[in-house]
């Protein structure tokens, strides 16, 4: 199953253009390699129970405690995974995902304050232990942020303040070196600091990682394996 996994992730903290690169890298993988096919999903919004729980994450009244905000990300996640992402794989398809597991350790566990060790069993539980074949953590400042999005309404966890935004940040940084170094199945992390570059900067950005973890070819080996041309 590992050796079918085209998962490319895409994390960051709110308005750092993670899903307008997430959408545009997804349109350029669709024109370079017009064989296979391309999934583009988001969290929590995508799968069957999706968009009720985005609703809920984003716009309830209610308060809602974190390690309850936690499990609802995770059910979301858990149901997009078993429906959309590994049927998707399997089916030797790319997938282009915006938010999972480093979001979940970053707002729920550094901003929200919950205990990891509790917290990393469960999220592994819902993502059925996947790693993405390459994840880009993308960042940009709150000035920049404001900047980018003056008339934004922010939702119920946007609306949180700059102290909790600035441990969420914080999270980013210290889980992705966690993931990049642990023993078992590190994963291929690559920050990119968007305050600075355009959006087809940062493009080209994440097209040249793509490139250089070897991505690119492993598409263009399935493709000539496909067409019965291995050598």
């Not at 992402?85 to 282009?96: C, H, L, M, P, T």
């Not at 309404?153 to 993931?179: K, M, N, T, Y």
Request: proline share 6%; glycine share 6%; hydrophobic share 40%.
């Amino acid at each position: 199953f590992y050796e079918k996994i085209m998962l490319v992730l895409f994390e960051g903290n709110d308005g750092c253009g993670k899903s307008s690169t997430a959408k545009i890298f997804a349109e350029w993988l669709e024109k370079e390699f017009q064989e296979i096919p391309v999934q583009q999903l988001y969290e929590p919004g995508s799968g069957s129970l999706g968009p009720t729980l985005r609703e809920i994450l984003k716009h309830s009244s209610q308060p809602i405690v974190p390690a309850a905000e936690l499990f609802l990300f995770l059910a979301s996640r858990a149901q997009l995974m078993k429906q959309g992402i590994i049927s998707a794989i399997q089916a030797g398809e790319i997938v282009v995902l915006d938010r999972s597991t480093l979001s979940s350790l970053a707002y729920q566990v550094a901003g929200c304050g919950l205990d990891p060790t509790l917290a990393l069993p469960a999220i592994e539980l819902a993502t059925c232990g996947v790693v993405p074949d390459i994840t880009f953590v993308l960042k940009a400042s709150p000035e920049v942020v404001r900047m980018r999005n003056p008339n934004k309404q922010p939702d119920r966890i946007e609306a949180r303040g700059e102290e909790f935004h600035a441990r969420v940040s914080r999270g980013f940084e210290c889980f992705a070196d966690l993931l990049k170094h642990r023993a078992e199945r590190p994963w291929k992390i690559h920050a990119i600091d968007t305050d600075e570059l355009t959006r087809p900067q940062v493009l080209e950005r994440v097209k040249h990682h793509f490139e250089k973890d070897g991505l690119v070819e492993k598409l263009r080996s399935r493709l000539r394996a496909a067409h019965g041309d291995i050598g």
